[in-house]
């Protein structure tokens, strides 16, 4: 029989049965409008199998063996290709036009992804210049291009994550290491790719559609385009920690195989229906993501009771539009009523022997229900909670695993031993928890990456609550690689916000947390008083609860919750330790120039690693003149050293403090740090800030701001040692700051409100090792170089209603970038200086006037 040479007029798709989604029904039918004359057929994975067992049954083994159905999608396409040819899309593909006389005397076509995909985080780390989309492939039957992928496949099954295994990762390399007998043709991007996907477009900018040049449009709906790399590893083939109690006495302990229970429910055994009871509110968009973690459960038999008392109907239509008749919806007026009523509401409509709590707010896993009812059911309990959970707070671009304990969330429980809930807006389920375990059989599973409890600002519990949480958790994993790649892997399996990967996509250019230079990305930071659990310790858990958190209102904190936890230092050797270069803008400071350069000798990191820049404006005590003198010696000493003088003609009238003097001196001082930037930044890594008059300092100051791990960090500025804060711009926002009037203190377009009002500063957080700040102040203040490349300079007008320093934190916060302290960590900057004259460049609180009005 002759080789076939052209490609089949055939088009082929692939979904899990015949019911095509709904958003997905218009840009299927756009391929058969384009293509009338051609076949059609859409696989279902039934019928993929079948294939592979009729025609390649060698590759069934790993076929089967794959974690995640998108990988079996992947692969079939391959297989389906090579036996019959034709054009395999994906459905969220739309078509433009005929793609006939794009594949006319073609063999094989495959598209080029957007080059923006490339600089995606987890793509830069695949070293591949270009990315070969997997969304659409044309081939002739048999083309030799596809038995090498057959190939590829066995050789990167082992891979973690679908782009490596079976995708786009997999497919470029394909193409690029592809036999010199292959005939390829491989379109540009704007042929077939147009579209960014959605993470790329947040971070590069959408762009339109070419339709002029392009055939087809890949919408991104359900693929990598979320830049999903990494898979969460399934549950399926490992051993689960387990214990259980009986009447609230630890029974036994161990690692729970759940395959022997799916076995049976796959062989026919029942599997009792379980009802997950949501209660919601006025919460759209997170009500709809919980509901999208339903759909994805892979438990056979589930239901999803949704009670809710909304002002309005959006989610009952959103339900209706679902059409699953698994989703059982109750609309209820909006009368008052407290959550435990509500929630004993869900139980009464619940038709399954079980029940699972579903909070509206937090995010599932699609083995949720399957692991938690194969322990229950195995272990022969009546309930079944996790003992940890994952925590999430993505404004804080914060991942953690928790403490140990009994979850009430994670309750799954036989319906006839569940008490009613009091009649509590809030801690209601802590008493219906601690009714079930001393009521009954219990077991506790050790699976935290089957929950994740989210911190969104509006949850029943405040922030402080939640900051508890992540002071006793086990692993926390902070703003950075390693937590970027714990949340691609969320977001194989979780429906994540496209902006949270955004966001995750900027991590700190600098060292990762607590990993060594080739360690893995995805190592945990390890808090130092975190409690491990050891095996079997919530046998001790029994009764729920987290002790409140001392943290202070409204702070996200890490280290030590006794005493202060140093900041780890620099890695060493100090040859690999980073450039820095320390910027100082002086005015009228003769006097502490000699102290100033004392301390700045004295510090103990590498001199060949640490350069300087100085700027003078406006002086009249001979400052410039000090400065050209001390030059030569300064220059023989560090590794690189600028001196700038730029005048901006302003003197002050009146006392510093005033609120009158405020705007226009801060925006001086914010286009002396501009200017001095521009002039003296150079190649060198961090910047460090550090005002004139900063009198004392430890010697490894720098390695303690280093080790903070953050972009943006300050120490505590005291006006005396183990003194009161001096450095009023470094503050936190109490957690009732957005209801407080804070008009009247507006004064010249900028904020000066009065010592503590909705703030708390850093004489207020001693204890802690590290805490997120709301602004920061300048007289000893670390930036990573790259953020003032990419524009994060001091505001020198009103910015969100704040200037210089405090604006440069607003400023940076709107880039994605937070702001921390270091409590511990001390400079000091007293209010008089030798008897001299107060600060030109520091602020002093200086009497109780002074207290009241000043805001630097």
């Known amino acids: 029989m002759a080789e076939q040479s052209d490609i089949t007029p055939i088009i082929h798709q692939i979904w899990h049965d015949k019911d095509v989604p709904p958003r997905c029904q218009a840009w299927v039918e756009s391929w058969r409008r384009h293509h009338p004359g051609w076949e059609y057929r859409l696989w279902t994975q039934v019928e993929c199998r079948a294939l592979l067992a009729e025609h390649y049954r060698w ?27 034709g054009v395999y899309v994906d459905l969220d593909f739309e078509c433009l036009r005929p793609v006939d006389a794009l594949l006319a005397g073609q063999e094989l076509v495959v598209g080029l992804e957007p080059q923006e995909h490339v600089q995606l985080l987890s793509a830069h780390r695949s070293g591949l210049p270009r990315l070969v989309g997997t969304g659409f492939l044309a081939a002739r039957p048999g083309h030799p291009f596809l038995a090498h992928v057959h190939r590829q496949l066995v050789g990167s099954h082992t891979r973690s994550g679908s782009l490596d295994a079976t995708g786009t990762f997999m497919l470029t390399r394909a193409v690029d290491q592809a036999p010199g007998d292959c005939r390829i043709t491989v379109l540009a991007a704007r042929t077939l790719y147009p579209l960014l996907s959605p993470v790329a477009a947040e971070l590069f900018g959408d762009r339109p559609v070419d339709r002029d040049h392009a055939y087809a449009v890949h919408h991104w709906a359900d693929s990598w385009g979320r830049d999903v790399s990494v898979s969460a590893q399934s549950v399926a083939g490992r051993q689960i920690p387990f214990w259980t109690s009986q009447d609230l006495r630890p029974r036994a302990k161990g690692g729970l195989d759940l395959d022997p229970q799916r076995e049976r429910w796959a062989s026919g055994a029942p599997a009792p229906t379980v009802s997950c009871l949501m209660v919601t509110k006025d919460r ?17 038999s589930v239901e999803l009771v949704v009670v809710d008392d909304s002002a309005d109907g959006a989610l009952e239509d959103h339900v209706r539009a679902l059409a699953d008749p698994r989703i059982r919806f109750r609309r209820l007026l909006p009368e008052g009523r407290t959550l435990g009523e509500l929630r004993n509401i869900a139980v009464d409509l619940a038709t399954g022997p079980y029940v699972c709590q579903w909070d509206d707010d937090d995010l599932y896993d699609p083995e949720r229900v399957e692991v938690q009812m194969a322990a229950l059911l195995g272990l022969d309990a009546t309930a079944c909670f996790l003992a940890r959970e994952r925590l999430w707070w993505p404004k804080r671009r914060l991942l953690a695993v928790s403490g140990a304990r009994v979850w009430e969330g994670s309750m799954v429980c036989a319906k006839e031993v569940l008490p009613r809930y009091p009649a509590q807006r809030r801690g209601e389920d802590t008493p219906v928890a601690e009714a079930v375990l001393r009521a009954g059989r219990v077991v506790s599973v050790d699976a935290p990456e089957l929950y994740t409890y989210v911190y969104h600002g509006n949850n029943t519990f405040d922030e402080p609550h939640f900051a508890g949480l992540f002071d006793a958790a086990t692993h926390v994993w902070v703003s950075g690689p390693a937590y970027a790649g714990h949340l691609r892997a969320m977001a194989a399996r979780l429906p994540l916000d496209p902006a949270d990967l955004v966001r995750a996509e900027r991590p700190p250019t600098g060292p990762a947390p607590d990993t060594a230079p080739h360690a893995a990305v995805d190592a945990p930071r390890l808090l130092p008083h975190a409690r491990r659990p050891a095996t079997g310790a919530a046998e001790s858990a029994s009764a729920p609860g987290v002790a409140e958190s001392g943290s202070a209102p409204g702070v996200a904190v890490s280290g030590s919750a006794s005493g202060v936890a140093e900041s780890a230092p620099a890695p060493a050797p100090a ?4 450039s820095v270069l320390v910027l100082t803008p002086v005015k009228d400071a003769v006097a502490f120039l000699p102290r100033y350069l004392e301390n700045l000798r004295a510090l103990d990191y590498p001199r060949d690693a640490v350069s300087v820049g100085l700027l003078e404006g406006d002086s009249h005590d001979g400052t410039w003149e000090a400065l050209r003198d001390a030059l030569p010696a300064l220059e023989a000493e560090f590794r690189r050293v600028t001196l700038v003088r730029r005048h901006f003609g302003f003197q002050l009238t009146g006392p510093r403090w005033e609120p009158a003097a405020q705007r226009q001196r801060r925006s001086v001082l914010a286009r002396a740090r501009n200017q001095l930037l521009s002039r003296a930044l150079g190649e060198e890594e961090w910047v460090l800030w550090l005002d004139v008059d900063v009198t004392d300092y430890p010697p490894d100051l720098i390695q303690r701001l280093l080790g903070a791990r953050e972009e943006i960090v300050v120490p505590h ?3 005396e040692p183990g ?31 009065p010592r503590g009002f909705g703030r708390s500063y850093l004489e207020d957080l001693r204890g802690h090792e590290r805490v997120r700040v709301d602004a920061v102040g300048g007289t000893a203040l670390l930036v990573h170089a790259n953020l003032h490349r990419d524009g994060l300079v001091f505001p020198t007008v009103p910015y969100r209603e704040l200037i210089e320093t405090e604006g440069l934190a607003a400023l940076a916060q709107d880039m994605g970038v937070e702001c921390w302290a270091l409590p511990g960590v001390e400079v000091v900057h007293p209010r008089h200086w030798g008897g001299g004259p107060l600060s030109r460049t520091g602020e002093a609180g200086l009497g109780a006037e002074a207290q009241r009005s000043v805001d630097r």
């Open 723 to 753: 003194g009161p804060t001096f450095d009023l711009n470094t503050f936190v926002l109490h957690p009732n700051a957005a209801a407080l009037d804070w008009s009247r203190w507006l004064r010249d377009g900028i904020l000066q409100p």
């Open 717 to 719: 500025c005291v006006a």
């Open 284 to 300: 759209l968009p997170w009500a709809m993501r919980a509901l999208r973690c339903f759909l994805a459960q892979t438990y056979p």
């Open 59 to 85: 590759f069934l083994p790993i076929y089967d063996r794959y974690p995640e159905r998108v990988m079996r999608a992947e692969a079939g396409r391959y297989f389906i290709l090579d036996r019959f040819g």
């Open 575 to 578: 040859a690999e330790r980073p």
